[in-house]
Structure formats: structure tokens, C-alpha cells
């Protein structure tokens, strides 16, 4: 039976994706680091001997190498992130060594399913998923999908709630829209800016929360939006996956 252990994580990717991706690998007992270049990233991999890196293949193709870090005893596997959804690039991140790829956007629950997959592959570590964090009034369950508020409770899409993790794992600091843009879509010539307002309001609905007194997503005039309140710890519930059969 694979032995249930805390697991060292890179992320190699501009802010504020790394923020998102860091923050939504809360639900999992593991420790990460993130880097902001190739160069920081090797490093951090020579001398803390991370179990697993996760990168943007789209800005660091080169981050595949890292993989050559690894050995035998332990190898280094490496899951690439990309906005691109043509088949070639991902075929050349595959032959360069990547040993998964997440198309942007991604979902909580997906982000957190390949990771253990991938620990639990390469090194035969099993996770601890921790399913719900909250912020104030406000619960986030991952394997359910669902929001909760006081005593009601919300399904949201699978980009509202990439939205809502976004704006969470970046407070207080506002996002413009062409970053979220950027993180979500990829390219602000994909779609045009008024695509982030409508699914902004979309979101306050379903959280109920008004623009004029908002609770969870304030607008920042001329500049975009925020989350209010200040992420507190993950709830204490832990659920360790079954071992693999």
C-alpha cells in the first residue's frame, strides 16, 4: 500500500496563475514554491528536491527538461499547462517528457485529481484531499463543486468557479480584466473584455451578491475586480483517496 506523505511541489508560471494554482492545491496536504523563471525553477529543483513540477508550457516550453532531474529512484514528472488546444503542441510537450497536460482554463477538482495521480504514479504517493476551504461566510467544497453561504448552498459552472478561484487566490490585490482574461482564455484577442463582466455577473448572482454593497466581489472602478475577504484556513475535514487496487 503506497504510504500517505507530504509532497513537494514547483509551480514555474507568471502571477497571478500562479496564485490560482497554488491556492486551489490547498485542498491537498503538499508543499509548494513557485518560480518565475526557468533559471529559479532549476534551482529550486537542485536543492529542494521537489517530487513533481507543474508549468507553463505555453511561456517555459524548456521547462520539459527539468525533467532530466530525476532519477530512477526518484524521477521528476512534470504536468504542463497550456491555453492551446491543438493537438501538435501537446504531442511535442508528451515527446519532450511532460507527463500530463492541463488545458487553461482548468477546474479546482481537475487541478487537484492530476496531481495525485501523477505523485501517486511516479513516486507512489497517496494524498490528502482536504475538501473545503472558506473565506468568511463563504465555503468552497472541491469534490462536490458546490458553494456555501450561511446556510444555503450553490452549484457553480466549472468557469465561475475557476473565476471565483482567481479572484480569491489573488486578494486583496484587483485583477484587471485583461489578466483574467489572460489566465482563464489565454489571449485578450480570444474574446472581448465585456466576456469578464458578464461572468462576473453571473457569479455575484449566484453568490447573491450585490455590486453595490458586495460581500465577495468588489468592482474597482477603471481598474477591474477584487475578492473581499481575506482567505482563512482549510477546513479541518480530510479525506485520504483509497489506496490503488
Same mark, same amino acid.
Given at each position: 500500500? *503506497?504510504?500517505? @506523505?507530504?509532497?513537494?511541489?514547483?509551480?514555474? /508560471?507568471?502571477?497571478?496563475? @500562479? &496564485?490560482?494554482?497554488?491556492?486551489?492545491?490547498? =485542498? %491537498?496536504?503538499? $508543499?509548494?514554491?513557485?518560480?518565475? @523563471?526557468?533559471?529559479?525553477?532549476?534551482?529550486?529543483? $537542485?536543492?529542494?528536491?521537489? =517530487?513533481?513540477?507543474?508549468?507553463?508550457?505555453?511561456?517555459?516550453?524548456?521547462?520539459?527538461? %527539468?525533467?532530466?532531474?530525476?532519477?530512477?529512484?526518484?524521477?521528476? +514528472? #512534470?504536468?504542463? /499547462?497550456?491555453?492551446?488546444? !491543438?493537438?501538435?503542441?501537446?504531442? &511535442?510537450?508528451?515527446?519532450?517528457? *511532460?507527463?500530463?497536460?492541463?488545458?487553461?482554463?482548468?477546474?479546482?477538482?481537475? #487541478?487537484? *485529481?492530476?496531481?495525485?495521480?501523477?505523485?501517486?504514479?511516479?513516486?507512489?504517493?497517496?494524498?490528502? #484531499?482536504?475538501?473545503?476551504?472558506?473565506?468568511?461566510?463563504?465555503?468552497?467544497?472541491?469534490?462536490?463543486?458546490?458553494?456555501?453561504?450561511?446556510?444555503?448552498?450553490?452549484?457553480?459552472?466549472?468557469?465561475?468557479?475557476?473565476?471565483?478561484?482567481?479572484?480569491?487566490? &489573488?486578494? +486583496?490585490?484587483?485583477?484587471?480584466?485583461?489578466?483574467?482574461?489572460?489566465?482563464?482564455?489565454?489571449?485578450?484577442?480570444?474574446? !472581448? @473584455? &465585456?466576456?469578464?463582466?458578464?461572468?462576473?455577473?453571473?457569479?455575484?448572482?449566484?453568490?447573491?451578491?450585490?455590486?453595490?454593497? +458586495?460581500?465577495?466581489? $468588489?468592482? /474597482? +472602478?477603471?481598474?477591474?475586480?477584487?475578492?473581499?475577504?481575506?482567505?482563512?484556513?482549510?477546513?479541518?475535514?480530510? /479525506?485520504?483517496?483509497?489506496?490503488?487496487?
Amino acid at each position: 500500500m *503506497a504510504a500517505t @506523505s507530504t509532497g513537494k511541489i514547483v509551480l514555474l /508560471m507568471d502571477r497571478p496563475l @500562479s &496564485n490560482l494554482v497554488a491556492f486551489t492545491l490547498r =485542498h %491537498l496536504e503538499h $508543499e509548494v514554491k513557485s518560480a518565475s @523563471s526557468l533559471r529559479e525553477a532549476t534551482k529550486l529543483v $537542485e536543492t529542494w528536491k521537489p =517530487h513533481l513540477v507543474i508549468a507553463d508550457y505555453d511561456r517555459e516550453p524548456k521547462a520539459i527538461q %527539468l525533467v532530466e532531474a530525476g532519477t530512477r529512484a526518484r524521477p521528476l +514528472p #512534470i504536468i504542463a /499547462m497550456t491555453h492551446r488546444r !491543438d493537438i501538435p503542441v501537446k504531442l &511535442n510537450a508528451y515527446d519532450q517528457g *511532460a507527463h500530463d497536460i492541463i488545458e487553461v482554463p482548468f477546474t479546482a477538482d481537475e #487541478i487537484v *485529481a492530476r496531481t495525485v495521480a501523477a505523485l501517486r504514479r511516479a513516486h507512489g504517493m497517496r494524498s490528502t #484531499i482536504v475538501p473545503r476551504i472558506r473565506f468568511g461566510d463563504l465555503e468552497i467544497d472541491v469534490l462536490d463543486q458546490t458553494v456555501r453561504i450561511a446556510d444555503r448552498r450553490f452549484h457553480l459552472t466549472p468557469l465561475q468557479h475557476t473565476l471565483l478561484y482567481l479572484l480569491a487566490a &489573488n486578494a +486583496p490585490q484587483t485583477l484587471t480584466r485583461d489578466q483574467i482574461i489572460q489566465d482563464l482564455w489565454g489571449s485578450v484577442d480570444l474574446v !472581448d @473584455s &465585456n466576456v469578464v463582466d458578464r461572468h462576473v455577473r453571473d457569479l455575484r448572482v449566484k453568490l447573491q451578491d450585490s455590486w453595490r454593497e +458586495p460581500r465577495f466581489i $468588489e468592482t /474597482m +472602478p477603471g481598474r477591474g475586480y477584487r475578492f473581499v475577504p481575506e482567505p482563512e484556513s482549510a477546513s479541518l475535514e480530510t /479525506m485520504a483517496p483509497p489506496a490503488a487496487g
